[in-house]
């Protein structure tokens, strides 16, 4: 029995397989209990595509195996004024619950720093949740550790508008 070879490509959000995969891949990743446990709304699914085209920065990827969308790495590029340089956060890392632990996000990431690289980028960035310990272990064995400025570690913070 043979299985599909696992390719990882950037998204083309014209193209509906594509735009379809990402909807469909941020939904599993929002209905996660790591996600918060909540499907996305109708209205932002209807709104995802069109406002992700409309946005100057983003960059995604997804992971095929054969026909079948099973992760994305959901990212845009932003800029450090400590190295004035562009970044890369890596905002949304996702893998079908039935798919993980097959080094897909590994892949995922590696194919953000190889574009990250190509553009110019001083480095990657995410967010994590303390207990998502096998998130956690993935980005330390892609080479992420805890942000720091100085001696001290830093915290992403947030206010609703």
Sequence with gaps: MSFPALV????????AHDAEAVVKLVDSY???IIGGGKHLPPEVKERLIPA???HPSKLIFLAYKGEEAVG????FIGFSSFQARPLLNIHD???LPDHRGGNI???LIEAVAVRGR???CCKMTLEVRPDNEPGLALYKKTGFSRS???NYPYWMMEKGL
């Design 72 to 75: 994305l790495a959901l990212c």
């Design 105 to 107: 996000g590994q892949r």
């Design 52 to 54: 992700l085209m409309a």
């Design 118 to 120: 190509e553009i110019g």
């Design 93 to 95: 890392l996702a893998v």
């Design 30 to 32: 929002a209905s996660d």
């Design 8 to 15: 990882i490509r950037e998204a083309h959000l014209d193209d």
């Design 148 to 150: 720091m400025l100085g």
